[in-house]
């Protein structure tokens, strides 16, 4: 068996790689660039036509797709806990999962990346400014998950939801959103960084927590 995932440091692919790291599995972890705009070479197109991380490839098969690549990572290694193994629980962490991946990080691109968007740099502007309003609101919706937490979002196992989270509340620094504002995930947000396994992959992404840095007086 051989498991190899593209990440890049920050990005979203924090959450499959630390969920690799919780389930304590053999993989190789291939950096990639995104600043250097490595996942636009001919060599990562080859790989992903799509140009984004995460990638995971598993004994040649390349799967892509957050979603995707936790469900099959959570068929195959059922004890780590990625996601809840049956009943209501798990169709609430799908539920939420969904809407992290599918609302609030893109989102976030459009603070981002507002060069997605538009090319026009009003538009662009306004695009950023209105989107980092929104993203906002949306960390005050995972603030409500984290208040409800006990002690995880999915219950007793710290697993892809706590991850995801990490990632968005740690964006949000980027966006101007102090994480102090939002405490129950900063507390929740801190605890998952410190689990033996999850501060393995902030290691080697070389994570900084809180990049969240107040406007000058
Ligand atoms: N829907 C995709 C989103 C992946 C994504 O947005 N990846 C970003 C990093 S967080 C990326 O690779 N961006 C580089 C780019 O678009 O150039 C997923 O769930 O995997």
Redesign the pocket.
């Known amino acids: 068996m051989s498991l190899k995932l593209f990440f ?1 440091p920050g ?3 924090f959450v499959p790689h630390s969920m690799l790291e919780l389930a304590g599995v053999e993989f190789e972890p291939s950096m ?1 660039k ?1 600043h250097k ?1 490595e ?2 070479s001919a060599e990562y197109l080859a790989i992903n036509p799509r ?4 990638v995971l490839v598993d004994d040649g098969e390349v799967v ?4 995707a ?1 936790l469900l099959h990572l959570d068929a195959k290694f059922p004890q780590a806990g990625i996601l809840p193994a049956s009943g209501v629980k798990r169709t609430r962490a799908l539920q939420t999962l969904a809407w992290m ?2 609302t609030v ?2 989102t976030f ?1 459009h603070v981002f ?1 507002p060069e ?1 968007y538009s090319d026009d740099e009003a538009i662009k502007a306004g695009v950023k400014a209105f989107a980092t309003q929104s993203y906002r609101g949306l960390l005050g919706e995972i603030e409500t998950l984290a208040v409800k937490a006990s002690p995880w979002i999915m219950g007793e196992r710290p697993g892809a939801l706590d991850a995801y989270a990490l990632t968005l509340l740690r964006w949000g620094g980027y966006a101007g959103i102090d994480p102090a504002s939002l405490p129950a995930t900063w507390a929740l947000v801190q605890r998952f960084a410190a689990l033996p396994a999850v501060a393995r992959a902030i290691e080697r992404e070389r994570l900084q927590l809180n990049v969240y840095k107040p406007a000058a007086a």
């Open positions: 890049a990005a979203c692919s990639v995104l705009n996942q636009r140009g984004q991380v995460p892509t797709q957050i979603v690549i991946n599918n990080h893109p691109t990346m997605k």
